[in-house]
């Protein structure tokens, strides 16, 4: 079975994270997939709009598979990474086709950073959001991802979510404006999505294309900030490693801070 699923259909370009058994948390081969849609997508003529969603109706995606960690050592493990999923997330932003997430269930960690790029945001009643990695692996979210966070619902919120670990319901999400409707259920998520699909593809391309870069470089201008430093800080401590294997092995874990 694919782990990522793509098909084109009347205009309407849908990827479905496909690892419904792992809560489709996302493989290295997944974002180099999702990166190459994105990148393609604005080759294509004939597709106006891209659809993201998640495989069976518990995650949209809960983050990145934590075994990828596993062989994390050194800063440039560290850089390497974040730098694969800004690639990853700079096509996305950067894809002249419009984007919607279509979430149901949780949506953490890199998962959360997929669906805050996508143009729209519109998730099922059941969903849930945030970056929990103070409580997981003790890791940090990159610069650039700061940003894009704190340009999307403000700082003050992208403090509270990452100081408390907690994730947010479809509610809350919604009035701090990481989505812009809630369905009462996966079915009717998916029903709405091929519907507002509809809708953006018979719209006027260049206006979709003029508006999205405009959001696009507005959001680059405020984060032209270093934080590679941070990055390796966390990602190369004994606490990340011990993390990690804790994780894996469904353990607790004891913060050292080291």
Known sequence: M????????????TITLNRPQARNALTFPMYERLREIALGAGEDKALKVLVIT???????????????FREFRTPEDALAYEERIDRVLV??????????AAIAGAATGGGAAIAAVCDLRICAANARFGFP?????????????????AALIGPARVLDLVYTARLVEAEEAKAMGLVSEILPDPAALQARAAELAKTIAGHAPLTMRATK?????????????????????CFTSNDFRMAVERFLAKQPMAWTGT
């Open 2 to 13: 694919d782990e990522l699923l793509y098909e084109i259909r009347d205009g309407i370009g």
């Open 54 to 68: 998640g495989a069976g109706e518990k995650a949209f995606a809960a983050g990145t598979d934590i075994s990828q």
């Open 91 to 100: 096509a996305l932003e950067e894809c002249p086709k419009p984007t919607i």
């Open 133 to 149: 990695i103070a409580k997981t692996l003790g890791n940090c979210l990159s610069m650039a991802n700061y940003g894009r966070l």
């Open 213 to 233: 870069e405009a959001m696009r470089r507005l959001r680059l201008a405020a984060r032209q900030v270093e934080g590679d430093d941070l990055v390796t800080m």
